[in-house]
C-alpha cells in the first residue's frame, strides 16, 4: 500500500539539509514524499556565505491550501524539523491538526529543533509554542538531551533520569520518543555517545511496537538504549536524516522498536562513516575538512539506506 509523506523543512541547493536529507532516503525506502521547503537556501549556514529565502506562515497557507482544493492532501505522516518563526510552527500545527481529523490514523513525526549543550539556537519564543502546541499532537519526537530536558523541566544525570523524562514526554502526547544524544556514562568508553528510546503502548497508540506483558496482562512500555560511536566532525543534516530514517524503520518494523532503532542508528553509522572518509580524502594528511568537504555521502549511501548492515545493537531495558 502507497504511503505518503508531508515534509516541511529547509531546502538546499547545494548538499544537503532538511528535505535533501529526508526526502532522498524516504524515496528509497518506498515512501513517496511531498516536501514544502520552509527556506530556500544556496547552501547551510555553516558555510562562509548563504543566500536565499525564507517561507512565511501566510506563503505556507497558500501553497497547503492549493494541495486541499486539488483534494489530494491525504497523508500518513508528517515530518517536521528546523524552524525559527513562531507563526510559521503555529501554521505547521494547525495543518497537522486539520490533516489528523482527515485520517486519525496519521502519524506525526517531530524533531522539536531548540539547541544543545545547555544553550538555545531558536529565538525564546519557540520554546512554549514546542511545548504546548507542538509536542501535544506529535506521535514521534527525536529530542536530544538539552531538549527533552527544556520540554519537562527535569534535568538527566542517570539512566533513571532519562526513562522519568521519557515518561513525562509521553505524558504530553507523544507515544514514541527517541533521545538521540545524551551526557550519560557510556558502557563501552568515552569514544561512544548513549541514546534512549521509550515506545508507549495504549489504546489510542498509533504504532504498536513490541510491549512487554506481565503475568496479570497488564502491559508496561518498551525502551532502549543505544550506544553509538563518536565522530570528531561537525555535520550538518544528520538530524534530518535520523527522523526521516526512524519514520521508515518504525513504519517498516511496527511491532519492534529495538530493531527499528538499530536499522536507523546503522544507516546513520554508515552515511557518516562514508562522509567522513571522503572528507578527509578531499582535505589531505592533518587538515580539518571544510563544510563542503563534509556534505553528507548520500547518493552514494544508497544501498546502506535500503539494508543497512546492524552496527549498532540496542539493548531493551526496564
Same mark, same amino acid.
Given at each position: ?81 528546523? +524552524? ?91 507515544? +514514541? ?142
Amino acid at each position: 500500500m502507497e504511503c505518503r509523506v508531508l515534509s516541511i523543512q529547509s531546502h538546499v541547493v547545494r548538499g544537503y539539509v532538511g528535505n535533501k536529507s529526508a526526502s532522498f532516503p524516504l524515496q528509497v525506502l518506498g515512501f513517496e514524499v511531498d516536501s514544502i521547503n520552509s527556506v530556500q537556501f544556496s547552501n547551510h549556514t555553516g558555510y562562509s556565505h548563504w543566500k536565499g529565502q525564507v517561507l512565511t506562515a501566510d506563503e505556507l497557507h497558500v501553497l497547503y491550501e492549493g494541495i486541499k482544493l486539488n483534494n489530494v492532501h491525504q497523508y500518513d505522516y508528517v515530518l517536521t524539523g528546523y +524552524t525559527r518563526d513562531t507563526s510559521f510552527l503555529e501554521m505547521v500545527v494547525d495543518i497537522v491538526q486539520e490533516l489528523k481529523r482527515a485520517n486519525p490514523n496519521l502519524v506525526y513525526v517531530c524533531d522539536p529543533v531548540l539547541g544543545d549543550h545547555g544553550s538555545m539556537y531558536v529565538p525564546q519564543n519557540l520554546y512554549p509554542v514546542y511545548k504546548n502546541k507542538v509536542v501535544p499532537v506529535a506521535d514521534i519526537i527525536t529530542p536530544n538531551q538539552f531538549e527533552a530536558e527544556l520540554l519537562t523541566g527535569k534535568n538527566i544525570s542517570t539512566q533513571k533520569d532519562a526513562v522519568e523524562v521519557m515518561d513525562l514526554l509521553h505524558a504530553m502526547g507523544p507515544d +514514541t520518543v527517541v533521545i538521540t544524544s545524551s551526557d550519560l556514562p557510556p558502557r563501552l568508553g568515552d569514544r561512544f555517545l548513549v541514546s534512549l528510546g521509550s515506545q508507549r503502548h495504549g489504546n489510542d497508540a498509533k504504532i504498536f511496537f513490541r510491549v512487554q506483558v506481565r503475568p496479570d496482562g497488564s502491559r508496561t512500555t518498551q525502551r532502549v538504549r543505544i550506544e553509538v560511536p563518536k565522530v570528531d566532525a561537525v555535520f550538518v543534516g544528520t538530524g534530518d536524516l535520523f527522523a526521516a530514517m526512524l519514520l521508515a524503520w518504525t513504519h517498516h518494523y511496527p511491532n519492534d522498536l529495538k530493531t527499528a532503532c538499530e536499522k536507523t542508528f546503522s544507516v546513520m553509522h554508515h552515511v557518516i562513516q562514508r562522509t567522513i572518509s571522503y572528507a578527509h580524502e578531499l582535505a589531505g594528511p592533518g587538515r580539518r575538512p571544510s563544510p563542503p568537504q563534509l556534505e553528507l555521502r548520500m547518493v552514494q549511501s544508497k544501498a546502506d539506506i535500503e539494508d543497512p548492515a546492524i552496527v549498532t545493537e540496542a539493548t531493551v531495558i526496564s
